[in-house]
């Protein structure tokens, strides 16, 4: 198989046109061809650059700059019955994969999760936007999927892994569409994603795994040597061999059992603000002049004396509530897989180290809380841009697409005045790389939970540094940014445990 960079059509054209190409390329037939990769290089006229997968015959006489020899990577694994029990705390990306890699391995999975599945779980995300009415347990972070199955499922990552072919592959294998491995900037959408979730959890019911739902781990359960041997929860208590912890990040009563346990866990930097929306047209304009029908992009980044960042860039999509405690407000944002709504939303976000803070959780729980007290209610605080960076409050120039209402808010007041300065400095910025920025835009927030404030601290084998067969996952320890890094950490720890029992066994 040959792998081909560097194949062009102009928007609009027909893929079936990359066949006519190839063979025009290699003045010889091709047995098929498979996309790997697309890109928009708008630099001049619009365009879409494809790498792609072809069989042709004789390949080795067609190698050159652009042309290569690739093998598929091989992911599978020896069918071997492993007498060991692995319970998995948490069911977002980290959850799924470890439990879908360790069951290929043979090992016995037990998934414990606080939330409910996925069809009971939109029934209450959809009370609580409609009605204001939240419950605790199943909400936007807690569930089926993790608070990924709320978000538009982006698949971006700058981590290089040859993994993420294999989570792809799961991907698409239990429905979603295979342009996500090679889009740009794929995403899913929350609407699609939701079907994905619900199939890889069906295939893993019928593989034996065994769900939990609606049952949180309440206490982890250690012999005399700090070793795991099992978890309790208010249904019962349950043994294992190893326990693999995928709380997310708004577990943190979770996180305070671990630390009454004695598990070494540290703070981290963190980062907070709010969400931006604008007019997607803004955005379509500045990316690609209008040329390209798609919804477009951005990240943005600012080096002030606190780094200030986009985050979670959600095209033609919404402003969501995403508490999950009562009488606090958090905001988030999510895609259809159409991202039709005309308005692009983005987080923007000023880190906040770790010195500035005593405790992360308290710190965000307070935020929250104090801007529920300033609404008397779930809507959110809202300010146009424009507004903020003058100091005066006028009504918004748009509506915000936030499902329970905003009100008037002067976030002069929600920062110190140091990073208020970085984050005015940032915003200009901004401004003069997506001209409108300012002035066509409205902010919404707060924004807290896009990081973890802590750190589960593990060694190189991913398990805890001082609590044997626990192994920490995923954004709640610390260890993952996005749908993508969090599975990849969660594949990650169950292939250590499979080849730890290989080498074992190997010695038997």
């Not at 879908?100 to 090992?107: I, K, V």
């Not at 208590?237 to 326990?243: N, P, V």
């Amino acid at each position: 198989m040959l792998l081909v960079n560097n194949i062009h059509l102009k928007p609009g054209e027909d893929e079936s046109r990359l066949k006519e190409k190839l063979e025009k390329k290699f003045h010889h037939p091709i047995r098929s061809f498979e996309i790997r990769k697309r890109s928009l290089d708008a630099r001049k006229d619009p365009l879409y650059v494809y790498s792609l997968l072809v069989e042709i015959d004789n390949e080795k006489k067609y190698l050159s700059k652009d042309v290569f020899l690739y093998e598929k990577e091989d992911f599978s694994l020896p069918e071997i019955k492993r007498n060991e029990h692995c319970i998995i705390a948490g069911y977002g990306p980290s959850g799924i994969f470890a439990a879908y890699r360790l069951n290929e391995a043979g090992f016995k999975v037990s998934v414990f999760e606080k939330g409910k599945r996925i069809k009971e779980r939109e029934k209450d995300v959809d009370r609580f936007f409609k009605e204001g009415i939240l419950d605790e347990n199943s909400n936007v972070q807690f569930g089926e999927g993790g608070a990924g199955t709320f978000s538009d499922a982006k698949l971006t990552t700058r981590i290089k892994d040859r993994f993420i072919d294999y989570i792809l592959d799961v991907l698409i294998r239990h429905g979603a569409d295979p342009k996500i491995r090679y889009e740009n900037h794929a995403h899913i959408g929350t609407d699609e994603i939701r079907v994905v979730i619900e199939n890889i959890t069906n295939h893993l019911i019928k593989q034996g795994v065994a769900f939990h739902f609606s049952e949180a781990m309440e206490e982890i359960l250690l012999d005399e040597n700090r070793n795991v041997i099992g978890i309790s929860t208010e249904k019962g208590s349950y043994s294992c061999d190893h326990l693999l912890v995928g709380i997310g990040h708004s577990a943190y009563q979770t996180v305070m059992m671990l630390k009454e346990k004695g598990v070494h866990i540290e703070k981290k930097d963190m980062a907070i603000g709010f969400r931006v929306e604008h007019p997607q047209i803004l955005i379509d304009e500045r990316q690609t002049k209008g040329l390209v029908e798609s919804a477009n992009e951005y990240f943005l980044r600012y080096k002030g004396e606190k780094g200030v960042y986009s985050f979670c860039m959600c095209p033609g999509g919404l402003v969501i509530p995403a508490m999950s405690d009562k009488e606090t407000i958090v905001t988030n944002g999510m895609s259809f897989s159409s991202r039709d709504s005309g308005i692009a939303n983005s987080a923007i976000l000023i880190q906040i180290p770790k010195e500035e803070f005593e405790d992360g959780y308290e710190y965000l729980h307070r935020v929250e809380k104090d801007s529920f007290d300033y609404s008397s209610s779930y809507k959110a605080l809202a300010q146009n841009i424009r507004d903020f960076m003058d100091h005066r409050s006028s009504e918004l120039i748009f509506e915000s697409t936030y499902p329970l209402g905003t009100v008037l808010y002067d976030f002069n007041s929600f920062f110190k005045e140091k990073d208020l300065k970085i984050i005015k400095e940032a915003l200009n910025d901004f401004d003069r790389k997506i001209p409108g920025f300012i002035d066509q835009g409205i902010m919404v927030g707060p924004e807290t939970r896009s990081s973890s404030p802590v750190r589960i601290n593990r060694n190189e084998s991913y398990e805890s540094v001082n609590t044997k067969k626990l192994f920490p996952m995923g954004e709640g320890a610390g260890y993952g940014g996005g749908i993508m890094s969090c599975s990849l950490d969660g594949i990650r720890i169950a292939n250590a445990i499979i080849l730890k029992h290989e080498e074992i066994r190997n010695k038997r």
